[in-house]
């Protein structure tokens, strides 16, 4: 007897262990997925506004801005993701037109042209497609 493939998640035996709440039941979760407590985002927030070991007067957040600004003065890769950080990456305009035609407009070394380019493309990621004969071009 043939299995029966099914996408997934759709499986009878997966389908049956569904058990969701019935109509005025509170929720099983009120609260929501839990904060992840052990982020390294959240801990250096909170040391953020702490006193910095390095340079008492300042809190670690003016302590690493100043360290930045030096940095970004001295780097000219600093003050770029300095910049990008602040402002957002420039977003950089491209203009062009594009004609497109169907693939019997083509002339045979249009096409020949166009298959050639999607080969070395393939080649180069790896992907193997074939090889074009000379006798197929013409």
Not at 5 to 22: C, D, E, R, T, V
Not at 24 to 35: A, H, I, K, Q, V
Not at 59 to 72: G, I, K
């Amino acid at each position: 007897m043939a299995e029966q493939k099914y996408a997934i998640g759709k499986h009878p035996n997966s389908l049956k262990n569904l058990n969701p709440p019935k109509k005025g039941e509170p929720s099983r979760n009120p609260n929501g997925r839990p904060t992840n407590r052990l982020s390294l985002t959240n801990l250096a927030r909170e040391k953020l506004d702490q006193p910095c070991p390095h340079d008492p007067k300042k809190t670690w957040l003016e302590y690493l801005v100043d360290r930045w600004l030096d940095q970004a003065t001295e780097n000219a890769t600093y003050f770029k993701e300095l910049l990008d950080r602040l402002e957002g990456k420039v977003v950089q305009p491209v203009e062009g037109t594009l004609e497109v035609k169907e693939a019997a407009e083509l002339t045979d070394e249009q096409l020949a042209v166009i298959a050639a380019t999607n080969i070395i493309k393939n080649n180069a990621s790896g992907r193997s497609q074939g090889t074009i004969k000379e006798t197929e071009i013409s």
